[in-house]
């Protein structure tokens, strides 16, 4: 068993890529994601998307009810054993409790997909996830 944490910037106007490989098991402790908008007027929708080859992609929203808009950090976080209306600190706008356990076979890629994502905004990202050998598995289940 191993425990890493990972973080990364993309590039203005692009989606974040969160790669996790290179395990026969991983599993998601949590992940904090900021996305800072630019001036523009848009009305942006993020969501996250972890994929695996093979698999159906399962896809978590980020923000409830509301739009991002124009000049604006948001800062987001999803984690496990956190209820959905947990206040972590006042520093986090949104966070939401990921399924516990939330294991993946092998290789996965986290993925945001934001529409009306515009050139100016930046997405950053930070993600603390463990990975397991299968004979480590049994003792996981109960953990």
Same mark, same amino acid.
């Given at each position: 068993?191993?425990?890493? *944490? ?5 590039? %203005?106007?692009?989606? $974040?890529? $969160?790669?996790?490989?290179? %395990? ?7 992940? %904090?994601?900021? /996305?800072? @908008?630019?001036?523009? %007027? ?5 969501? =996250?998307?972890?994929?695996? @080859?093979?698999?159906? @992609? $399962? ?20 984690? *496990? *054993? ?47 996830? $463990?990975? /397991?050998?299968?004979?480590? =598995? ?6």
């Amino acid at each position: 068993m191993k425990i890493e *944490r990972i973080a990364l910037t993309a590039a %203005a106007g692009a989606e $974040i890529t $969160i790669p996790i490989c290179c %395990a026969d098991w991983v599993m998601i402790n949590w992940i %904090a994601l900021t /996305l800072v @908008t630019d001036a523009n %007027a848009a009305n942006r929708q993020p969501s =996250l998307n972890f994929l695996q @080859t093979g698999k159906p @992609t $399962i896809q978590l929203p980020l923000i409830q009810t509301t739009y991002l808009t124009a000049s604006l950090t948001q800062k987001m976080f999803m984690g *496990r *054993r956190f209820p959905f209306s947990a206040g972590l600190t006042p520093q986090w706008n949104f966070t939401a409790p990921l399924p516990t356990p939330f294991m993946f076979e092998s290789d996965v890629a986290v993925i945001s997909t934001t529409a009306n994502l515009q050139a100016g905004d930046v997405w950053t990202a930070q993600a603390e996830f $463990i990975r /397991l050998l299968e004979p480590e =598995l049994e003792m996981v289940a109960f953990w």
